[in-house]
């Protein structure tokens, strides 16, 4: 991936624990790495396809100083948040943040933190068998779409299945959601959690009828060892209903357990199911 420097920005602003430092300011030094694809401006030689970073510094600037923060490490990770959600072409970015006068009463050259941020992308499995199961699919992208911290790019067709486990209940309507996303896996299901919660979402028989049901498949290559935070789902390559739409968005993604595309797996079930 190609890169993007930008060393030792001097801001003016009003970060720090003690007082004093929110009331009086200081200097700070910004150094920033933006990793990006630089091909097509390098061929091209037009401004557009790459971060004008005269414009972005005065961005950083700006918004380096919006806020008074006890942290580095908060201004450092807001910093982070910002140029990834404004700047769509930058895919990484690693953010320093050198504090030159630390109130530490020891002789330094600075102290400093150093964060690296950057997109991820998750496979959703969302599903309904509960009132206008249509409408409660297109409102949760519609929630997901409302945050800052994760997007919907890709959706599949949606598609009518029978119930699994619980059987005395309606059909489901069931998809799948490419998602691109700056949160964890804890923090992308705790947010999936909270979407869920927003639909009215009840938890009353395991397998039971749901308004909505957000599962994370995938995230990036993953392989947890939580417990509590399973990826690549568990079951998902158990599950016609899950590959099924899963295929429609990303037929050749590589369970990553498993070592087989996704497109394999679901003709593996089908021709099970035949039989």
């Not at 200097?27 to 091209?44: H, K």
């Not at 961005?59 to 404004?86: G, M, R, T, Y």
């Not at 957000?214 to 995230?219: I, N």
Request: hydrophobic share 40%; aromatic share 8%.
């Amino acid at each position: 991936m190609d890169k993007i420097y930008v060393k030792d920005l001097e801001v003016y602003a009003f970060h720090g624990v003690n007082q004093q430092e929110k009331d009086m300011g200081q200097r700070f030094l910004i150094s920033l790495e933006l990793f990006t694809d630089l091909s097509e401006a390098g061929e091209s030689d037009d401004l557009t396809k790459t971060v004008n970073y005269a414009q972005l510094c005065l961005n950083v600037e700006e918004k380096f100083k919006q806020e008074k923060f006890d942290l580095i490490e908060k201004s450092a990770e807001e910093l982070a948040k910002f140029i990834l959600v404004n700047y769509q072409i930058i895919n990484r970015v690693k953010v320093k943040i050198k504090k030159p006068w630390a109130p530490i009463g020891k002789p330094l050259d600075y102290a400093a933190v150093e964060i690296d941020r950057q997109w991820h992308t998750a496979y959703i499995a969302i599903g309904s068998n509960m009132g206008n199961k249509e409408d409660n699919l297109n409102f949760a992208i519609e929630l997901i779409n409302s945050s800052e911290v994760a997007m919907v790019t890709k959706t599949s067709k949606f598609y009518e299945t029978k119930p699994v486990g619980y059987l005395e209940q309606d059909t489901f309507l069931n998809g799948a959601l490419e998602v691109k996303t700056l949160l964890s896996p804890k923090k992308l299901i705790n947010f999936l959690l909270d979407k869920e919660k927003d639909l009215k979402r009840e938890r009353v028989i395991k397998w039971g009828p749901r308004t909505i049901d957000l599962d994370v498949l995938l995230y990036d290559n993953l392989i947890t060892s939580d417990e509590n935070i399973i990826v690549p789902h568990p079951r998902m390559h158990e599950r016609l209903f899950v590959l099924k739409p899963l295929s429609d968005i990303a037929p050749y993604i590589i369970h990553p357990v498993l070592n087989e595309r996704i497109i394999d797996l679901m003709n593996k079930i089908s021709k099970e199911q035949e039989l």
